[in-house]
């Protein structure tokens, strides 16, 4: 059973010294990395309760309460070239202007989806590779979304974490066609856009990406 932070903090750093609290913070962070890899794995079957993906949101908590703990204790918490990554795509969240994803494969095509942001409404566009496979896609529930609410969704996905590349390859996989997929981000303050791309291959949590992209996993 999942603990609170607080709860976390009383039973593991209260106490202790920055040094100690340092050690825990790369434990954390270790664990954060474990749970993903074993997500990400093509092999993943949930069979624990909670599952990785709630305990992953629960180390999060864990880590920042932390860093907080750090800082209380007298030291100084130096964030890693990651970290530093993840917090400046953070930064430039509220600057997104347009996010387009597509997925699909040679023999069924590409399915490419186009978030355009403008004032507080978002409008889609939404087109198929095979002109000859009519969209069967209905009212997309993003539509009711509005700005705020979308971005919301897209800070919880921690995309600034994510690699840049995702290859089927990392796991033993020489498949060449299978799906195929990319995120683009475009932001309107000048800031370069961000480029992800996957080939049978997916961050851990790529499905809820979908989700909030209103696109079935």
Not at 9 to 17: A, I, P, R, V, W
Not at 30 to 45: A, G, T, V
Not at 129 to 147: C, H, R
Request: proline share 4%.
């Amino acid at each position: 059973m999942m603990i609170s932070p607080e709860t976390y903090y009383e039973e593991n750093l209260k106490g202790k010294t920055a040094t100690q609290i340092l050690f825990a913070i790369r434990g954390l962070k270790q664990e954060i990395s474990r749970l993903k890899n074993n997500i990400e794995n093509p092999n993943y079957l949930c069979r624990m309760h909670p599952s990785e993906d709630v305990r992953l949101w629960c180390t999060r908590m864990y880590l920042e309460r932390a860093k907080q703990a750090l800082v209380e204790a007298g030291g100084t918490y130096v964030p890693s070239k990651a970290e530093l990554k993840a917090e400046e795509f953070n930064a430039n969240i509220p600057f997104i202007s347009k996010v387009e994803f597509s997925i699909g494969g040679f023999f069924d095509g590409f399915e490419t989806r186009t978030y355009t942001i403008e004032g507080d409404n978002i409008y889609i566009d939404d087109e198929h590779s095979l002109i000859f496979k009519p969209s069967d896609l209905g009212d997309v529930e993003i539509e009711k979304m509005n700005k705020d609410s979308f971005l919301e969704g897209l800070a919880d996905l921690h995309i600034g974490e994510w690699c840049s590349n995702y290859d089927s390859s990392r796991w033993g996989d020489t498949v060449l066609d299978g799906t195929q997929w990319h995120l683009y981000i475009y932001y309107s303050n000048g800031r370069r856009p961000v480029k992800i791309e996957g080939s049978n291959d997916y961050p851990y949590n790529f499905d809820k990406l979908q989700e909030l992209l209103g696109i079935d996993p």
